[in-house]
């Protein structure tokens, strides 16, 4: 569910406030708070959600939807409508124009040598907006390719930049524990992952075995770091603690 990470909010209240709905986006595993305006969501309905100032369509996967914290309530987005029959059909359109969209993006930067990788291409439901992500070793100059996206789709594009883990939570998968990516999960912020930690772990040092599928460390690695760190120094204590 969305909301800060660094609320200073110590209360664990957990009563159900039925203004307050869960709903997916498209594949997203997370749900994304959401408030109602005072009308009814069972679970499985389709919803259009202002999010960005732009429509989107999702479905409601929790009613209603526990809220834990202030600042959940404030950050809800805000469910415009139950989706009608013609969202319904702009949705549709909305995933066949991503597609063709990806494939035109990938096509054009070929095209016109550019280096990056298109990884993924989203539209608003209205089609006004296209986010297109990217990922690239150095600075593009894609202007070119942002007035063809425009031209070609008649819309407002906006590209972003990503990196390799962001890249991997964008486009999800399987990772070698045989579960879903944590970052295309739950896992929304990267914290520093070194090979001290793969050898504090007495884990393989092999690439195959500690890489995740962006090709960097394992997330996972950092799990267990500080229990490990925590029971190498206890051991080290002991062992100077050890009558000579």
Same mark, same amino acid.
């Given at each position: 569910?969305?909301?800060?990470?660094?609320?200073?909010?110590?209360?664990?209240?957990?009563?159900?406030?039925?203004?307050?709905?869960?709903?997916?986006?498209?594949?997203?595993?997370?749900?994304?708070?959401?408030?109602?305006?005072?009308?009814?969501?069972?679970?499985?309905?389709?919803?259009? +959600?202002?999010?960005?100032?732009?429509?989107?369509?999702?479905?409601?996967?929790?009613?209603?939807?526990?809220?834990?914290?202030?600042?959940?309530?404030?950050?809800?987005?805000?469910?415009?409508?139950?989706?009608?029959?013609?969202?319904?059909?702009?949705?549709?359109?909305?995933?066949?124009?991503?597609?063709?969209?990806?494939?035109?993006?990938?096509?054009?930067?070929?095209?016109?040598?550019?280096?990056?990788?298109?990884?993924?291409?989203?539209?608003?439901?209205?089609?006004?907006?296209?986010?297109?992500?990217?990922?690239?070793?150095?600075? +593009?100059?894609?202007?070119?390719?942002?007035?063809?996206?425009?031209?070609?789709?008649?819309?407002? +594009?906006?590209?972003?930049?990503?990196?390799?883990?962001?890249?991997?939570?964008?486009?999800?998968?399987?990772?070698?524990?045989?579960?879903?990516?944590?970052?295309?999960?739950?896992?929304?912020?990267?914290?520093?992952?070194?090979?001290?930690?793969?050898?504090?772990?007495?884990?393989?040092?092999?690439?195959?075995?500690?890489?995740?599928?962006?090709?960097?460390?394992?997330?996972?690695?950092?799990?267990?770091?500080?229990?490990?760190?925590?029971?190498?120094?206890?051991?080290?204590?002991?062992?100077?603690?050890?009558?000579?």
């Amino acid at each position: 569910m969305s909301g800060c990470g660094g609320c200073a909010y110590k209360g664990m209240s957990t009563a159900v406030e039925s203004a307050f709905v869960g709903v997916r986006f498209a594949e997203e595993t997370n749900l994304t708070l959401c408030t109602t305006g005072g009308t009814i969501f069972a679970r499985g309905d389709r919803v259009v +959600v202002e999010v960005d100032g732009e429509p989107a369509f999702g479905h409601v996967e929790s009613s209603p939807m526990t809220v834990f914290k202030p600042c959940q309530k404030a950050s809800a987005k805000k469910i415009l409508r139950g989706a009608t029959p013609a969202d319904v059909d702009e949705h549709d359109r909305q995933l066949e124009r991503q597609a063709v969209a990806k494939v035109f993006c990938q096509e054009r930067a070929r095209a016109l040598g550019l280096d990056m990788k298109v990884s993924r291409v989203d539209f608003s439901l209205s089609g006004k907006k296209a986010t297109v992500h990217f990922t690239a070793e150095r600075r +593009v100059d894609f202007r070119r390719l942002v007035r063809e996206i425009a031209q070609r789709f008649s819309t407002r +594009v906006h590209m972003v930049q990503v990196g390799a883990r962001d890249e991997a939570a964008l486009l999800g998968g399987i990772g070698v524990c045989g579960k879903t990516l944590c970052c295309s999960t739950w896992l929304k912020e990267f914290r520093p992952i070194s090979i001290q930690m793969a050898k504090r772990q007495n884990l393989s040092l092999n690439p195959s075995k500690i890489s995740g599928q962006c090709g960097r460390l394992l997330c996972c690695l950092a799990y267990e770091d500080d229990q490990y760190k925590s029971a190498k120094k206890r051991a080290n204590e002991a062992r100077m603690a050890e009558p000579s």
